[in-house]
């Protein structure tokens, strides 16, 4: 049995399974509580072109991700089902680094995450959050597909 499971949530159907599977273990009694955490990663800010602005300001843009990630981590809390109350932590900065970082401060003893279906090359260049929070987790780490 674990006392806390971290659901990493990003809107994909991948996440919103691991959702599911946190929900059912929570309902069989294997998870006491759930932390679902969306993490925001902001684009780099790119220079414009003298004479060209953008349609919006950095405080917009960044509301906007906000309500952006509220909105999926409300699906996602009402995915896990009913009986099942779960914490929500939205943050920003590079997903695997914040998830572990978030695990850590919270004592979570299970991290559930899905599986992204990455092709190879994309998986040589730039890594999956799944993989690179599975070789760095203090913790157990389950995968869902």
Same mark, same amino acid.
């Given at each position: 049995?674990?006392?806390?499971?971290?659901?990493?949530?990003?809107?994909?159907?991948?996440?919103? #399974?691991?959702?599911?599977?946190?929900?059912?273990?929570?309902?069989?009694?294997?998870?006491?509580?759930?932390?679902?955490?969306?993490?925001?990663?902001?684009?780099?800010?790119?220079?414009?072109?003298?004479?060209?602005?953008?349609?919006?300001?950095?405080?917009?843009?960044?509301?906007?991700?906000?309500?952006?990630?509220?909105?999926?981590?409300?699906?996602?809390?009402?995915?896990?089902?009913?009986?099942?109350?779960?914490?929500?932590?939205?943050?920003?900065?590079?997903?695997?680094?914040?998830?572990?970082?978030?695990?850590?401060?919270?004592?979570?003893?299970?991290?559930?995450?899905?599986?992204?279906?990455?092709?190879?090359?994309? #998986?040589?260049?730039?890594?999956?959050?799944?993989?690179?929070?599975?070789?760095?987790?203090?913790?157990?780490?389950?995968?869902?597909?």
């Amino acid at each position: 049995m674990y006392e806390k499971a971290m659901v990493a949530v990003d809107g994909s159907q991948h996440s919103f #399974k691991a959702v599911a599977t946190a929900g059912d273990l929570a309902r069989q009694g294997a998870i006491k509580e759930v932390i679902l955490i969306y993490v925001m990663n902001f684009p780099t800010p790119r220079v414009m072109p003298e004479g060209m602005s953008l349609d919006f300001t950095p405080a917009q843009y960044h509301n906007e991700l906000i309500q952006a990630a509220e909105v999926i981590t409300e699906k996602a809390r009402e995915q896990l089902g009913p009986g099942v109350n779960a914490k929500v932590i939205i943050d920003s900065g590079p997903a695997p680094e914040m998830i572990l970082q978030e695990a850590e401060k919270h004592h979570v003893d299970l991290i559930i995450i899905g599986n992204r279906g990455l092709n190879q090359l994309q #998986k040589l260049l730039l890594g999956s959050v799944s993989s690179r929070v599975v070789s760095l987790a203090t913790c157990h780490v389950l995968i869902v597909k």
